[in-house]
């Protein structure tokens, strides 16, 4: 079975940094991009990055990018996503996903 378990959101000032990480287990995780979304309560989930299977190509939306920072450890069956500078407008629940896989969720909340 496979499972995406997220962790690592919280509270956080705005200008801080919080670094996120998606445990995956049921599948062999060096074979696959991964990706993370967000969405927030009455909107769509927005994409905000995905790394191939090897972690030599990443992707951002425009929105993060030059702030967030995503990797993986394929020794480790983890994906990261590392972010700076974080904006009021970061406020969401953000998920790792495999295709149409997702984790539960974390919750990030940037707010002074």
């Known amino acids: 079975e496979v499972q995406l378990v997220e962790s690592g959101g919280g509270l956080v000032q705005p200008g801080g940094s919080l670094r996120l990480s998606c445990a995956a287990s049921?599948?062999?995780?060096?074979?696959?991009?991964m990706s993370w979304v967000r969405q927030t309560p009455g909107k769509g989930p927005e994409w905000v990055s995905t790394?191939?299977?090897?972690?030599?190509?990443?992707y951002y939306a425009d929105a993060v990018k030059g702030r967030f920072t995503v990797s993986r450890d394929n020794a480790k069956n983890t994906l990261y996503l590392q972010m700076n500078s974080l904006k009021p407008e970061d406020t969401a629940k953000y998920y790792c996903?495999?295709?149409?896989?997702w984790g539960q969720g974390t919750q990030v909340t940037v707010s002074s």
């Open positions: 996903k495999r295709g149409f896989t």
């Open positions: 049921g599948f062999t995780f060096g074979s696959y991009d």
């Open positions: 790394i191939n299977s090897g972690g030599g190509s990443t």
